[in-house]
């Protein structure tokens, strides 16, 4: 009988020092993904940072390269000027959740629900992206072709090939931006995945 005890109680010891083992691994794991998400928000944020100054800087740069330079109208550049206030308006207003320092830290289904938001965003932006730059490059290209006339056909290649420079630079940025949000959204799914398993 005393066997018997010394071994349940043997027995309890080895499983209070192997849930004590997976506790500290949870642990661990725990502060990783906290670790990974707070990296992915931080490059996101940064990338938001990036254009927004990029943007702003645009607003002057315009003025002196549409109006002074090539003599172009007032209205478009007003209109290029709104454009990049609505750019910069986007990235503060759905990089507030990636700016948040304690979303990381929170409640991890509550994290993951925010980011697809911010994502999903992120994604619908272009249909509205896409057109306002559209309009915008055929406004540009307008404006050229009336004030240079015959010339034109110097002027288009270039244009041309700044404008699908730009499309590839911003997808380019674009599906980064995506690939960052699907990553933190993954690295979520993937640690609930293991702690319902443990």
């Known amino acids: 009988m005393n066997t018997n005890n010394f071994e349940l109680e043997e027995m309890r010891q080895q499983m209070a020092i192997l849930q004590n ?23 996101i944020n940064k990338r938001y940072l990036v254009i927004s100054i990029i943007a702003l800087a645009m607003i002057p740069y315009g003025y002196w390269a549409f109006v002074v330079i090539n ?22 207003f759905n990089g ?16 993951m629900r925010q980011v697809a938001a911010a994502k999903r965003r992120d994604n619908n932006w272009l249909w509205i992206g896409i057109p306002m730059a559209l309009a915008w490059a055929i406004w540009v290209g307008w404006e050229m072709a009336q004030k240079i006339g015959a010339d034109i056909k110097f002027f288009m290649p270039f244009f041309i090939i700044c404008s699908v420079a730009g ?32």
């Open 21 to 43: 083992k997976l506790n500290n691994q949870n642990i661990v794991n725990d502060r990783f993904i906290r670790r990974a998400i707070k990296h992915g928000m931080s490059t």
């Open 71 to 92: 003599g172009l109208s007032i209205p478009l550049w007003l209109a290029s000027s709104v454009m990049m206030l609505m750019v910069v308006a986007f990235c503060f």
């Open 96 to 111: 507030r959740a990636m700016r948040n320092s304690q979303l990381a830290e929170g409640n991890l289904q509550e994290t």
């Open 167 to 198: 499309i590839i630079v911003g997808l380019t940025v674009h599906f980064r931006t995506q690939r960052h949000y699907r990553d933190i959204i993954e690295q979520i799914e993937d640690f609930e995945d293991k702690q319902a398993v443990s």
